[in-house]
């Protein structure tokens, strides 16, 4: 027997020793489990036994409830109590002032460094590839659709198009529709990538495929966030703000003639940056002003990270006092 065959009959049987042994070892830490299940049934059920709850699963969700139900009795008895000119520059005052604090603090203006990266023409069109800081080392990465000049004499109004949960980010084709349909009628619109969506990825695997997006990535984002005192919506909120300084830097651009749309997780973002930033002339946020108090919590359930603002419930901050903080400039909702 040559020594190449002993030597594959110990791998062999050293890998039947291994088998064997998870066999063993595998019953027990079942067994294990089930119990623990188990055990964890049988305490649910004295619950029930004991007439203390009819439905334990629901134990914490129906406190977090009817805390939400009295929040929002306060928050309608609180609207109802604004009546004249002072009541709603003090009440927009106030509810400014807890938002731009439950997102933590903002950062300073840096130079934003941008780049052109590639441009395109089409037969009606034009886009340009972008890419700026919105804090050192932040890169945003957008795509500036335009008008040709034969056919729209420059500067043009802009509009700024936050994507929802797209995980192409700005090439989901509902982007890229909207942005040429803007710029074949004279408007141009900056269609700009979230935090990992588009080409900002962070969570990537060894061969560079994005392991994590969208929304488990904003969770991602808002837990590490937390930690600094900010939200995940901060970043997003921020990235737009730098958006518009970028398109005021560009002489084919109207300064004050600079609008925000967006739809679903991009209705959020332009329903923050509408209420937020002086700038935005007009918004239209699309599927997604509800109410934090009816649809988002008795109905949908939690949001994604930037969707939850710390303690907005308790304090009366609602959807509607997104709109509320522009008046009276008048917004479009879809």
């Not at 731009?100 to 941008?114: K, S």
């Not at 609008?259 to 007009?282: K, P, V």
Request: proline share 5%; with cysteine; net charge negative.
């Amino acid at each position: 027997m040559s020594l190449r065959t002993n030597k594959l009959r110990r791998i062999l049987f050293g890998a039947a020793l291994g088998v064997a042994a998870l066999g063993v070892c595998a019953v027990p830490q079942v067994e294990a489990q089930d119990a623990k299940a188990e055990q964890t049934a049988k305490k649910a059920s004295i619950l029930v036994e004991k007439g203390l709850l009819k439905d334990p699963e629901a134990m914490m969700r129906t406190k977090f409830l009817a805390e939400i139900d009295e929040a929002r009795d306060a928050w309608i008895a609180e609207y109802e109590k604004v009546e004249t000119p002072a009541d709603v520059e003090a009440y927009q005052k106030k509810k400014r002032d807890y938002f731009l604090n439950a997102l933590g603090p903002m950062w300073e203006r840096t130079p934003l460094n941008p780049q052109i990266t590639g441009r395109l023409t089409k037969e009606k069109f034009r886009v340009e590839n972008v890419i700026f800081e919105s804090q050192p080392g932040v890169y945003v990465t957008g795509a500036l659709f335009l008008p040709l000049e034969e056919r729209f004499k420059g500067p043009y109004p802009a509009m700024l198009i936050s994507c929802g949960h797209s995980t192409n980010g700005k090439a989901y084709d509902l982007y890229q529709s909207l942005g040429i349909l803007a710029a074949v009628n004279g408007l141009a619109a900056f269609v700009v990538d979230p935090i990992d969506q588009g080409e900002r990825f962070q969570h990537l695997n060894k061969a560079g495929k994005p392991t994590s997006v969208g929304v488990q990535a904003h969770n991602l984002v808002g837990a590490g966030a937390t930690l600094v005192g900010r939200n995940c919506a901060t970043f997003e909120v921020w990235d737009l703000m730098r958006a518009v300084d970028y398109l005021q830097t560009r002489d084919d651009i109207i300064p004050d003639k600079i609008g925000a749309c967006g739809t679903s997780g991009g209705g959020t973002q332009t329903a923050y940056i509408m209420s937020l930033e002086d700038r935005i002339a007009l918004a239209c946020p699309s599927c997604y002003i509800c109410s934090i108090y009816d649809d988002l919590t008795h109905n949908l359930g939690p949001q994604d990270a930037e969707q939850n603002i710390f303690g907005q419930a308790a304090f009366g901050l609602d959807h509607a006092d997104y709109l509320f903080l522009r008046a009276p400039i008048p917004t479009l909702m879809c």
